[in-house]
């Protein structure tokens, strides 16, 4: 009886058995199948067999198997090691049975195309056409953060100072777009920017968590060096007395914090999944500023302050095992 690819009657441990036995039998069979391409091939170039015909393919005859066909009437009883010139011989090009300049010749690629098509079409030159994507909190950061990256406008090719980029990111991070009169302080770039600019000051390397349904993810070192250890996903919090002094803002503040337990319990099994930590990072908002929100681009209020305005609360969430918590 089968069920969802499950054998009754059989443990664990040998479903684990019988699938890496199933592997072990498929490998050996690729690798039959690649040896009689091989093989083919050969024959059809009209070239003689060996014993191993990886063999031919590289250029090389196998080496002898006793000492004494290396040197003849000389042996070496004591060390077993070839001589060097047993060695020149045993790689000697003349004597191989197929050269590197054989192997080129076997259609790999296309049969339509003879020696020199295939060398022009290796010597093209080939554009680069990979260029560097930030998103907005990367910029943003090395913009206003580490003062290392110049944003220019792409029509007037002037530098875009970091309050007009700001704004710009603020305005984009909504969608549709909205209006300069519309920004508010829980606004989706602020809240990611504060978490993303917590954890790079924390020392950790930041990069998005799309694929793994979650907002950021926190590497030690980096992609290259290892996996990401937690998964990072960013909320609102308004805990601040202003969202509840009206029924609006406390709608509002109600609309933005609720999240369902079945959103929370598949972001959590997803993690669990990929061996990452779930982190809720709560970003407490603070109260809208008082400067005009129209001449907000002309007033230029100070970065650092409004930053500073907002707080961020960490919270690991890890998924229970019976299994694994017996104890």
């Given at each position: ?257 609720s999240k369902s337990w079945w959103w929370l319990h598949c972001v959590n099994r997803v993690q669990s ?55």
């Amino acid at each position: 009886m089968r069920r969802k690819g499950i054998i009754v009657g059989e443990t664990s441990e040998e479903i684990t058995r019988r699938r890496r036995e199933e592997r072990r039998e498929f490998k050996k069979e690729r690798a039959r199948k690649e040896r009689e391409t091989i093989e083919s091939l050969l024959k059809e170039e009209k070239i003689p067999m060996t014993e191993d015909p990886l063999v031919q393919s590289i250029g090389v005859s196998k080496f002898p198997k006793d000492q004494s066909e290396l040197s003849g009437t000389a042996k070496d009883t004591d060390d077993q090691v070839m001589s060097n010139d047993a060695f020149h011989d045993s790689c000697n090009p003349a004597k191989a049975v197929v050269s590197m300049t054989d192997v080129t010749k076997i259609p790999l690629s296309d049969p339509g195309k003879n020696h020199a098509e295939v060398e022009a079409d290796q010597n093209t030159y080939i554009e680069n056409q990979e260029h560097l994507q930030l998103t907005f909190e990367e910029a943003f950061f090395l913009t206003y953060g580490l003062g290392i990256l110049e944003v220019e406008n792409m029509e007037s090719t002037e530098p875009v100072t970091t309050h007009a980029l700001l704004t710009l990111f603020r305005v984009s991070s909504y969608f549709p777009s909205c209006a300069t009169s519309d920004l508010r302080s829980d606004d989706p770039f602020l809240l990611s920017y504060v978490v993303y600019h917590h954890f790079r000051s924390l020392g950790w390397v930041v990069r998005s968590g799309v694929k793994f349904a979650v907002d950021y993810l926190l590497y030690n070192r980096g992609p290259v060096f290892s996996h990401a250890e937690f998964a990072v996903m960013v909320l609102p919090s308004y805990r601040h007395p202003y969202w509840r002094e009206t029924t609006d803002r406390a709608m509002h503040a109600d609309r933005k914090e609720s999240k369902s337990w079945w959103w929370l319990h598949c972001v959590n099994r997803v993690q669990s999944q990929v061996k990452k930590s779930l982190v809720l990072a709560y970003v407490e908002i603070p109260p809208p500023r008082t400067t005009v929100v129209d001449d907000y681009a002309h007033s230029q209020p100070d970065i650092s302050q409004m930053l500073k305005s907002y707080r961020v609360r960490e919270l690991i969430v890890k998924r229970w095992i019976p299994n694994r918590s017996r104890d």
